[in-house]
């Protein structure tokens, strides 16, 4: 696995938006990412066991500010205005997802369309937004797999 590969791609905001993160050691991907000048941020899920733990969570790890919401809204409106936050590009990584994807499935995949539409929203302008989940099993069929070098 190549730091270059990574950094190419986590630099391209066309070809950002919400993927599984790859299997194994990810050292390589995470150089890659802080090399294309993406703030990388890590949000551990292991504990949550509801929506509001799991939006919980995502302010904690992403240091969102006090008014922050705690519902849907809120975390669209947060995620397209990470100016606590500024960098060139960004990489969440959502770590142990299986079990708030088993215990709050309707939950999970709504965070997923708002990670998605956040992707959507920062490529119009020119900035890399991505979110790389971690799940251990069938993952979840629609989202792709980040690329991996040839």
Known sequence: MSAAHYEKLFGNAAQAGVHHL???PIDKLLAGAQAAGCVVLHVDLAAARNKDEMLA???RSLRFPEWFGHNWDALADSLLDMGWLPATGYVIILEH???????AEADFVTLMEIFQEAATTWR???VPFWCLVDMQADGIAWLPTVAQPD
């Open 124 to 126: 119009e302008d020119g």
């Open 57 to 59: 969570a995502i302010a």
């Open 22 to 24: 790859p299997h194994g």
């Open 97 to 103: 997802c299986d079990g708030i994807h088993g215990r």
